[in-house]
T-cell receptor, first 114, second 113 residues
Framework: GAVVSQHPSRVICKSGTSVKIECRSL??????MFWYRQFPKQSLMLMATSNEGSKATYEQGVEKDKFLINHASLTLSTLTVTSAHPEDSSFYIC??????????FGNGTRLTVT | AQKITQTQPGMFVQEKEAVTLDCTYDTSDQSYGLFWYKQPSSGEMIFLIYQGSYDEQNATEGRYSLNFQKARKSANLVISASQLGDSAMYFC??????????FGQGTRLTINP
C-alpha cells in the first residue's frame, strides 16, 4: 500500500488566494521530506527540502516567501502556495526517503490557478 | 554537478517485445544511487528499480532489469515482454546528498498492440 499520502489530489483556486498541500509519511517518521514541481511535459524539479523542527531548505530560484513549508511533526509536511498566480499552476509532488530504501512519492497535487 | 541524461524523448514498441530505455549520468561522487520511476498519466511516481554504485550485480525486479555500466556511467532500464500497461513516462534519477533526487527529462514509452 501507499507509504506517502498527499492531499488534495487536485485543486482549482482563484488568483491571489493561498493553497495548502499536505504530505504524510504513513509508515515511517520522516525527519526529511522533499517537495518537487513538475510543469507539463517536463521533468520533476526539486523545490525544497522540508526539515522537521527547523526551516526548510530551498533550491536556487525558488521563492521561500511564496512557497511556505512547514514540517511540524515527523509524519506531516505542508506546502502552502501563497498569493497564487496562473504561472504557479503545476503538478506538485512530495517524497520521503529513508536509509537503504527507495524514495517514495505521494500521488501529487495538480494545482490550477484561474 | 550531478546530471542525468535521457536521450530518447519517445519510444514506440510492439507488445511483448523487450525495450531498453537509455540513461547516462554524471557525478564526481563515489557513492550514489540510481533509480527508475514510472509515471502514468495519473501523475503518480511508481518506483521500479534501484542500483547502488557499489552493487556489483545488475539489479532486477520482475520484468525490469537495470543494465549498469559504471565505467560508461550508464544505467539503462530493460523491460522484458512489454505490456500495454507499460505505456507511461519513465524517469531515470540519481540520489545525491541527503536523499535528494536529480531527474532526467524522461522518456515517453508507448506500447502498441
Amino acid at each position: 500500500g501507499a507509504v506517502v499520502s498527499q492531499h488534495p489530489s487536485r485543486v482549482i483556486c482563484k488568483s491571489g488566494t493561498s493553497v495548502k498541500i499536505e504530505c504524510r509519511s504513513l509508515d515511517f517518521q520522516a525527519t526529511t521530506m522533499f517537495w518537487y514541481r513538475q510543469f507539463p511535459k517536463q521533468s520533476l524539479m526539486l523545490m525544497a527540502t522540508s526539515n522537521e523542527g527547523s526551516k526548510a531548505t530551498y533550491e536556487q530560484g525558488v521563492e521561500k516567501d511564496k512557497f511556505l513549508i512547514n514540517h511540524a511533526s515527523l509524519t506531516l509536511s505542508t506546502l502552502t502556495v501563497t498569493s497564487a498566480h496562473p504561472e504557479d499552476s503545476s503538478f506538485y509532488i512530495c517524497s520521503r526517503g529513508r536509509p537503504n530504501s527507495p524514495l517514495h512519492f505521494g500521488n501529487g497535487t495538480r494545482l490550477t490557478v484561474t | 554537478a550531478q546530471k542525468i541524461t535521457q536521450t530518447q524523448p519517445g519510444m514506440f514498441v510492439q507488445e511483448k517485445e523487450a525495450v531498453t530505455l537509455d540513461c547516462t549520468y554524471d557525478t564526481s561522487d563515489q557513492s550514489y544511487g540510481l533509480f527508475w520511476y514510472k509515471q502514468p498519466s495519473s501523475g503518480e511516481m511508481i518506483f521500479l528499480i534501484y542500483q547502488g554504485s557499489y552493487d556489483e550485480q545488475n539489479a532486477t525486479e520482475g520484468r525490469y532489469s537495470l543494465n549498469f555500466q559504471k565505467a560508461r556511467k550508464s544505467a539503462n532500464l530493460v523491460i522484458s515482454a512489454s505490456q500495454l500497461g507499460d505505456s507511461a513516462m519513465y524517469f531515470c534519477a540519481m540520489r545525491v546528498q541527503a536523499q535528494k533526487l536529480v531527474f532526467g527529462q524522461g522518456t515517453r514509452l508507448t506500447i502498441n498492440p
